[in-house]
């Protein structure tokens, strides 16, 4: 076995993989600690994230509770505008018939 070693290193296809290895090592080890260094970073920043959207939807449930109950406040006003046009448009019946009556007997009084 300590042959193999003397031999790899010896030649140049030996510190050829030599070095690959090493690189390969060196690289593993590199990935692992960018890695845990990020999750240890992001990871509270992840979690106030998170808060804050759970917080934002509540307020976009609540929001969405106000436009439904502005929504039927804003039918019911319009309902209550129809019927006060109605009556209105009931009043303006009214006046016209008046208005004939008034005018019908004036013309009965000029004539008599």
């Known amino acids: ?5 003397t031999q790899l290193a010896q030649s140049v296809t030996g510190a050829v993989i ?3 290895a090493l690189l390969l090592v060196a690289a ?3 990935y692992f600690t960018a890695w845990f260094y990020a999750k240890s970073v992001y ?3 992840i979690k106030g ?3 804050d959207k759970q917080n934002l939807n509540r307020q976009v449930a609540a929001l969405n509770e106000d436009v ?5 406040k804003v039918d019911k006003l319009n309902e209550d505008i129809k019927k006060l046009q109605e009556e209105i448009a009931g009043k303006d019946n009214v006046i016209a018939e008046k208005e004939k009556e ?3 007997l004036k013309k009965q009084k000029i004539t008599s």
């Open 1 to 5: 076995m300590i042959q193999l070693f």
């Open 18 to 20: 030599t070095i690959i």
């Open 28 to 30: 593993i080890i590199g």
């Open 43 to 45: 990871t509270p920043v």
């Open 49 to 51: 994230l998170e808060a």
């Open 68 to 72: 439904a109950r502005l929504t039927g």
């Open 102 to 104: 008034i005018t019908a």
